[in-house]
C-alpha cells in the first residue's frame, strides 16, 4: 500500500552487520543467524537483498572493521549500498536502487538499532515506503555507560514504538523472522 507508483515489490534491507558494527553486539550470533535465514528465504523467493555498509574514522572504507560479517555472503549481483550517515537513502543511491527494482515496501535487519536501524525505518517511511522491521533480526551494542537503555531495552522501545506507526497510505510493521512474509505489501508483515 505504499505512496510510491508502480512500486509493488518487497526488498530486504541489510543494514550495517559489518564487523566492527556487530562485534559487540546484543545477541550478535543469534541475529546475524536470523538475518542469513531471510537472505536465504529472500533469494530462494526471488526477492531483492539490498546491502548497506556503513564507513567513518571508525569504520574505514576497506578495513577489516568495516568488511560484512563472514557469516554473511553477498552476492555480486545484490545491490550494495555505501553510506557515511544513519538514513540510508541520506546522500546514497539506495533511492535509485529501489526505485529500478520497482520496491515499495521493505522488510528491514541490521544494526544498530537505536541509530542507523530507528534512522532508515524513519527515512523509508516519510519517503512512502511501506516498512516492515524484523525485530527479532537487528541489535546493537551496550552504550547504557553513556546514558543509552540497556541493548535488550533499545530493541524493545523501538519494536514497541514502531508497531504502532502510521501515517497515510503506508504501513508500518513489526514481525519476527519465523513470521516474514515477502510477498504483498497489504500484509504490513
Known sequence: MSTLADR???????IDVQEGVVREA???????????SLVDRARDEGVPVVWVQHSDAELAKGSTVWQLVPELSRRETEPLVHKLYGDSFEATDLEKVLAGAGVGRLVVVGAETDACIR??????????????????????????????????????????????????GRTAGVTSTSDVVFGGAASGQ
Open 119 to 168: 534512522s532508515t525505518i524513519h527515512g523509508a517511511f516519510t519517503r512512502g515506503y511501506d516498512v516492515t522491521l524484523v525485530g527479532d533480526a537487528h541489535t546493537t551494542s551496550d552504550l547504557s555507560e553513556w546514558g543509552a537503555p540497556t541493548p535488550d531495552a533499545a530493541i524493545a522501545n523501538v519494536n514497541l514504538y514502531w508497531q504502532y506507526q502510521s501515517a497515510p
Open 26 to 36: 546484543w545477541q550478535r550470533d543469534a541475529v546475524v543467524s536470523r538475518i542469513g
Open 8 to 14: 509493488p515489490n518487497t526488498a530486504l534491507l541489510v
